[in-house]
């Protein structure tokens, strides 16, 4: 009788010996990382750890001076970010970086540009389910939002892009818990759809109780891989690199 062979996880994102920067300073020193499709992936660190700048690699907007970026196992790592978009890829930035002069409907439109346009209603009556309060605001100025609310519109201006992979930088910065709960939630509730989330999150603890598995960063370097639970096991990790004892 043949054993039973363990079920692998398709692999989404694979990071190999990444190398990255703005021009010629080097953010970023020969990181390494792999992201099973349908999971949480968590990247922290301390303030200037280098967690952005491999997200924005990841999107095309940094220089990649030396490794690999790949996606379904299709090397991406010089492609330009507009076609990264086409092939399933959204950011929600640090800062939201919505159009503020724009109503919530009109940055939800702009976030849809790569996809067919017939399609848009549905992907905005979904994203409406996730977050009620849009719906509420379609009207309003994106500008005259609480930073909760616009948090919501920036995760849901990425969706509406249908991506397969989700950078998420930063999404508990400035917010009120209750405002981080919501987000939170609804990332959660992604990923038992199926979409993959990269999240740079400054409050471990959280990210912590929602990651499936997680990478440490400290001065562009990494210090830790594995999984939620290893890294909760790993009391200096977060004395030493994190700056907590969460």
Known sequence: MMPMLEAVQ????????????????????????????GSIFALLGPNGAGKTSTIMAIMG??????????????????????????LGISLVPEGRQLFSDLTVDENLTIGGYVRPAERAAA????????FPTLSERRGQLAGS????????????????????????????????PKMVDICLDVLMQLKSEGLTI??????????LEVADQVCVLSSGAQVFKGTSAEAKLAGSLFTTFLGTTE
């Open 198 to 207: 990269v999240l740079v999150e400054q409050n471990t603890a959280r990210a």
């Open 10 to 37: 398709p692999r989404m994102l694979k990071i190999e010996h990444l190398n990255c920067g703005y021009g010629s300073v080097h953010a970023v020193h020969d990181v390494s990382f792999d992201v099973p499709a």
């Open 61 to 86: 907007h940094v220089d990649v001076h030396g490794g690999r970026i790949l996606v379904e196992g299709a090397d991406i790592t010089y492609r330009p970010a507009v076609e990264r978009v086409g």
């Open 123 to 130: 992907k905005r009556n979904r994203i409406f389910a996730y």
């Open 145 to 176: 939002l609480s930073g909760g609310e616009q948090q919501m519109l920036a995760i849901g201006r990425a969706l509406m892009a249908e991506p397969r992979l989700l950078l998420v930088d930063e999404l508990s910065l400035g917010l009120m």
